[in-house]
């Protein structure tokens, strides 16, 4: 790693809160996180503490192998096979973060959208509000709240009989400004976010960036969490209980690693090789074999 190197992903999240004790949801009990709750690696298989089943076991019409960002080297992965269980895998929404943070979008419905590109976000909304007022066709009856004038700007009439369609309408622009505005603006960076007025619809929806999510951040070195299963999370990695800024690269530096790996009777293996690849095996030659184990062990006396 550089130094000043920064984590270019676009989501957001401030480790530090976080780490602390926090609400589970507008109106849920304080809970405590563990790093394991959001952070594991693939193979793990244990349940998750805050996960959603409808949303944990949902297919996105994006790619999420798309979303992660690739970091190269000239030097190939180890040559051991990888048992799924050295990194960490990218944290997931329906697993680590849906049964805490609620995609609800209208009073109406107990059920929030889904997580998927805002497109499909958009015809998910328009559904729902099209099949809640074909329910509750008195709904089309519209009274003013007294409490959402803004300065400046006409008043609506006190009622108003609108049509299904603009009801949808409005009901989308509404619905969709908590959810472009705030909701899903919370963690993913938006481009192109609508400005809907209250007086019509609009069919346009705002484009998620990339998520970029960086998997391997030391591409020429080999680690394994597996191998050190039996530390906390914060003993190597003590900046995530502080950090704010979702830039930080919360990866430690070699002194921490050095407080074992060091030479020593009593401390782990510190051979450079012990954590450091230097050859890509891919280009290897292949060789002709020459000797026999008789005429070896012979040439060694």
């Known amino acids: 790693m ?11 999240l401030n480790h530090a809160i976080h780490m602390q004790p926090i609400r589970r949801g507008p109106n849920g009990p304080i809970v405590n996180l563990d790093c394991g709750d959001c952070h594991r690696p693939a193979a793990v298989k244990s349940k998750w503490n805050y996960a959603d089943e409808i949303y944990a076991t949902a297919t996105p019409s994006y790619s999420e192998q798309g979303e992660i960002r690739e970091v190269t080297a000239n030097t190939s992965a180890p040559r051991s096979p990888m048992t799924g269980r050295e990194l960490m895998a990218p944290v997931k929404f329906g697993t680590a973060c849906a049964s805490c943070h609620l995609l609800t979008f209208d009073k109406r419905f107990d059920e929030g959208v889904p997580h998927d590109k805002t497109e499909i976000i958009h015809a998910f909304v328009v559904k729902k509000l099209q099949e809640y007022i074909a329910a509750h066709p008195g709904d089309v009856r519209v009274t003013r709240d007294p409490d959402r004038g803004l300065a400046g700007k006409p008043l609506l009439p006190e009622v108003r009989i609108l049509t299904p369609a603009q009801w949808v309408a409005e009901r989308t622009v509404e619905d969709e400004r908590l ?15 609508p400005t809907g007025q209250r007086d019509g619809g609009t069919t346009a929806v705002p484009v998620v960036e990339m998520s970029n999510t960086t998997v391997r951040w030391m591409p020429h ?11 906390t999370c914060v003993s190597c990695h003590p900046r995530a209980v502080s950090s704010t800024e979702s830039k930080d690269v919360l990866l430690p530096g070699i002194a921490v690693c050095q407080t074992c790996h060091a030479p020593g009777l009593d401390r782990a293996e510190s051979r450079c090789s012990e954590c450091h690849t230097y050859h890509d095996w891919s280009k290897r030659q292949e060789v002709m074999p020459k000797f026999t184990l008789p005429a070896l062990r012979s040439a060694s006396r």
């Open 179 to 193: 959810l472009w505005g705030k909701t899903c603006k919370q963690c993913h960076a938006l481009q192109n976010v």
């Open 2 to 12: 550089r130094e000043g190197s920064f984590d270019p992903s676009t989501l957001k």
């Open 221 to 231: 070195a080999k680690f394994d969490h597996d191998a050190h299963r039996g530390f």
